[in-house]
């Protein structure tokens, strides 16, 4: 069975450009997650989608970032434009259960924005 | 408010040794769920372990344990006898049953196995 995966694997941009980052995760799973570590800190949540629902996008960090889940498949989130502080790896994960499910991530986008 | 802690941010052993990495968390729910994942230099995070808060009983698997503590909001990871393939980073994760499945994650320690 295929794991999470993400395309791309890396992705370097200029200031102001955009960005289209894709998460495709295990068939049947409902619960997609978009995560983000900045170097060195904590891995934080961004948002959470139930099938093609935004069941909560409280950690998205301002309306440059948007995130879709068209027909509850996979998932895009377009970083658009682009700043120096959305540098990051960008993680995705899927789970089958909303709470206390086992998380299977992807191996992240590692986006650098210049 | 949730929070996790990993005071080590990064740790060196030379092969064969033990090594113990720290987790300490801040929850006010009384259910929820801890994890360690691994991040190899691949980039994955490869699942670990899960511990719901019910079940404090430390768990063995092969050189891994795991070592939960309701009293003092800890749940460390030791690697008995480590090994160079045991170098990666490590997270220490809480999920809590009124928020999803959101996961909080500690900032991870880099662990280096020297041979």
């Known amino acids: 069975e295929a794991g999470v995966t993400q395309f791309p694997s890396h992705s370097v941009i200029e200031k102001g450009q955009t960005v289209t980052l894709r998460c495709d995760p295990i068939?049947?799973?409902?619960?997609l997650y978009w995560y983000r570590r900045v170097m060195g800190k904590e891995i934080k949540f961004l948002l959470h989608?139930?099938?093609?629902?935004?069941?909560?996008e409280s950690g998205m960090p301002n309306n440059r970032f948007l995130a879709e889940r068209t027909g509850g498949t996979y998932s895009t989130l377009k970083v658009q434009p682009a700043e120096l502080e959305d540098s990051g790896v960008y993680f995705c994960?899927?789970?089958?259960?909303?709470?206390?499910?086992?998380?299977?991530f992807g191996q992240g986008t590692r986006l650098t924005v210049v | 408010a949730q929070k996790v802690t990993q005071a080590q941010t990064e740790i060196s052993v030379v092969e064969k040794e033990d090594v113990t990495l720290d987790c300490v968390y801040e929850?006010?729910?009384?259910?929820?769920?801890l994890f360690w994942y691994k991040q190899p230099p691949s980039g994955e995070l490869v699942f670990l372990i899960r511990r719901n808060s019910f079940d404090e009983q430390n768990e063995i698997s092969g050189r891994y344990s795991w070592n939960f503590q309701k009293s003092t909001s800890s749940f460390n990871f030791t690697i008995t006898a480590s090994q160079v393939v045991d170098s990666a980073v490590y997270f220490c994760?809480?999920?809590?049953?009124?928020?999803?499945?959101?996961?909080?994650f500690g900032t991870g320690t880099s662990l280096t196995v020297i041979p």
């Open positions: 994760a809480l999920s809590q049953a009124n928020t999803g499945n959101q996961f909080y």
């Open positions: 929850t006010r729910d009384t259910t929820y769920y």
């Open positions: 989608f139930v099938k093609e629902s935004k069941q909560d």
């Open positions: 994960a899927s789970s089958h259960m909303t709470v206390g499910s086992l998380a299977f």
């Open positions: 068939s049947g799973h409902d619960n």
